[in-house]
T-cell receptor, first 114, second 110 residues
Framework: TAGITQAPTSQILAAGRSMTLRCTQD?????MYWYRQDLGLGLRLIHY???????GKGEVPDGYSVSRANTDDFPLTLASAVPSQTSVYFC?????????????FGSGTRLTVV | DAKTTQPTSMDCAEGRAANLPCNHS???????VYWYRQIHSQGPQYIIH???NNETNEMASLIITEDRKSSTLILPHATLRDTAVYYC???????????FGTGTRLTIIP
């Protein structure tokens, strides 16, 4: 089934450790996005990429980095995790940007930093 | 992004039409209105979007007022599986990114 695959599904991570959340799409979408969602809050954009080779900062980029080496993959890296990064992380893609098309979201990665 | 205002929560009886309102009074002429929903612990799901004409697809209908300052998402025959948080979003013309607010929590009552 075409769509977005996120890995891992969940993870417990010790504070200070690094981790990369993986996101892969097979729809050949140009634009990809990372959001975080905290309990009781809406989704907040962390980073985005309008096309392979380019990235941009969203609303809450601090403590996170991304890369977009090819169309399909958009990994999110936490260099040194802190407890405030405990959240559910969603990856999304759209055929193009501006976003005059629907986004497709992954199933999320639930990260707990202890 | 144009600011949107939605009720915090709504209930609807199973089998009835669910009408979810959204106010976007600062919308400009070339900005689209998008609707997404998020079922508990899942990723958001695209529902529908429109510019000025009413739109219908297999999931829902979108009614946009003539002045475009508000819209209504209609789920014609709500089922229990439609219980979710519904987000109305106006990303702004030329804006690459969607900004999610807190949405409307719709509960379908058996």
């Amino acid at each position: 089934t075409a769509g977005i695959t996120q890995a891992p599904t969940s993870q417990i991570l010790a504070a200070g450790r690094s981790m990369t959340l993986r996101c892969t799409q097979d729809m050949r979408h140009n634009a990809m996005y990372w959001y975080r969602q905290d309990l009781g809050l809406g989704l907040r954009l962390i980073h985005y990429s309008n096309t392979a080779g380019t990235t941009g900062k969203g609303e809450v980029p601090d403590g996170y980095s991304v890369s977009r080496a090819n169309t399909d993959d958009f990994p999110l890296t936490l260099a040194s995790a802190v407890p405030s990064q405990t959240s559910v992380y969603f990856c999304a893609s759209s055929p193009t940007a501006p976003a005059n098309y629907g986004y497709t979201f992954g199933s999320g990665t639930r990260l707990t930093v202890v | 992004d144009a600011k949107t205002t939605q009720p915090t929560s709504m209930d609807c009886a199973e089998g009835r039409a669910a009408n979810l309102p959204c106010n976007h009074s600062t919308i400009s002429g070339n900005e689209y209105v998008y609707w997404y929903r998020q079922i508990h612990s899942q990723g958001p799901q695209y529902i529908i979007h429109g510019l000025k004409n009413n739109e219908t697809n297999e999931m829902a209908s979108l009614i946009i007022t003539e002045d475009r300052k508000s819209s209504t998402l209609i789920l014609p025959h709500a089922t229990l599986r439609d219980t979710a948080v519904y987000y109305c979003i106006v990303p702004g013309f030329g804006n690459e990114k969607l900004t999610f607010g807190t949405g409307t929590r719709l509960t379908i009552i058996p």
